[in-house]
């Protein structure tokens, strides 16, 4: 035991070695980004989701909890979600497969404080687990590695997920699973692959889907990057014993996953056809792709600054690809100059396809409507491409770095005429988003300046900043107007009515307009009150009743009833 205690101390004192100065970089980022709700007078929600579903989840998941420990009956059917559901098949997606979660038992929050502290979480792991894949890999440059996991751990996607919690946290582990591949190919390890493919199901099984099929992209690119030529057969053998680690990974999670699974193939939002059709995006929306790379998301989750690229209504809007304009330097610069040039041009080209053409975006989104839900992945691979990019610096003839990023800011010039000429901008409107794409685009300008006098360390610092600023204006922007809800009706209410007939089981409609804010996405309200009154919305377990809401009218996932008799029928 002590000879344990003693090899656990000397792996803490490496880490804090290796780690430090990573770990003292996110703790000023979080500061100045959290300080918004730490200490600051901002609601920390930064998406409908958050307020109207995912913290009712997790305070009936810790109510199931304390009657399990109090009594002993099991947590899993919650008379409190509707009807009966089992709350852990169910809630398997959103609360179940936090491993946070105990903590709750342990700390004296909230469950608004709580996962403001589990996001925080999110970033150093995210962060800490981006160095150690690129380590891995082979970035032996330090100052690289710490700069691109504060990229990464500060990108758009992540300022996308504070609030949305299940999709945080898998976008925070995902790269233990990268760790896990590079460990098999140059140790023949699979212990931490099949870990990591356990871990991200429980994280979010959706978010898994893609995340497979860009394994085998990955394992490609990754064995072709370390200079092996294309031998299909010796890829295939070099890829049999991973293919049998992820299926054990898969086989461990089956306990919980399967009676998820045949849940989840139950609802009728599966098989809906998409309003997108046709083969490609819009024009306006792949143009939108380019101009996420250098702009921070601040204006695609509110109204407040209307977004240039929304065209309809859909995922397909809500993405990100913004690091930093100097990752925008490193890739076009990889693209046009680097020693394997051809080999990024046709991964990136592949990825691409998979962005823009419908039916293979389709594929990744679970064979569903076309999304950008998935492109995490691709921020992901760019993070890694950038590394790459920096770690041969040294190589660069900096001329060429005014070519490299001159020809995105001729593209980025060309897509605005073309935005302009077909009346795409109202600058009344659009002023904002005009803004956040010119300043980034400028100080892309300012690094290459800076790389051309060498001094890559004050870019880093700036990058790293630019990152920072443009997760705290997007965090900052898209809480305007948010309120945290306060129900108008009191859980006493029906408690006295539940006195005076204690026999009695009964359902009261209560209209949304008492929940705040009033939105009928805020359904979830009623749980807070010991679902006693009937108003819901849950697209997960909203499909049990269907055939009773069919015949009643509805034909949709949004369920607010209040005819008398069918609340009678409920009851």
Known sequence: MEHLWKR?????????????????????????????FIIGDKPFFLNQDQMRQYEIFYQEWLRLLNVFVKTGEAPFYSWNLFLGSDFLISKFYYVTGDPFVLLFALLPFSVHRFLILESIFCVYIAGCLFYWFLKEFGITNKSVRITTALLYAFSGFTVHYYGNFMFFRFFAFLPLLFVGVERYLQKKQTGIFIFAVLLLIFQSYYFMFPTSFFLVFYVLFSYLHRGNRFDFRKIIKLALPLIGAYLIGILLSM??????????LQNTRLGVVSEATGLFWSFKTILGYLFSLITPPFNIWTWYYPYIFTEGYGYAFWCSLYTSAFAVIALFWQLLY????????IFLGVLFAFMVVLPLNSMLHGFSEPSSRWFFLVVLFLCLIFAITMQEFKNIDTKQLIHSYGLFTFLILLGF???????????????????GF???????????????????????ILAVAEAVVGCMLTASVTTLGNQMPVNQIEPAFFMSLQEQDSESAFRIYIDSIFYQPYSS??????????YMGTSTYDTIYAFELNDFLHLNGFYQHFIELKDIEVLKMLG
């Open 338 to 345: 680097g020693k394997q040039k051809k080999l990024f041009r």
């Open 417 to 435: 005429i073309l935005l302009n000429l077909f009346k795409q901008i109202d600058y009344s409107i659009h002023g904002s988003n005009i803004l």
């Open 8 to 36: 656990l101390l000397c792996r803490s004192k490496h880490f804090l070695r290796e780690y430090r100065f990573l770990l003292f970089s996110l703790s000023i980022g979080i500061a100045v980004i959290f300080s918004l």
């Open 438 to 460: 010119t300043i980034p685009l400028l100080l892309g300008w300012l690094y290459v300046f800076l790389l051309h006098k060498k001094l890559k360390r004050i870019v880093y």
């Open 521 to 530: 996405l805020n359904l979830n309200q009623p749980l807070k009150l010991g």
């Open 255 to 264: 306990v919980f996953l399967l009676p998820t699974i045949m849940m989840v």
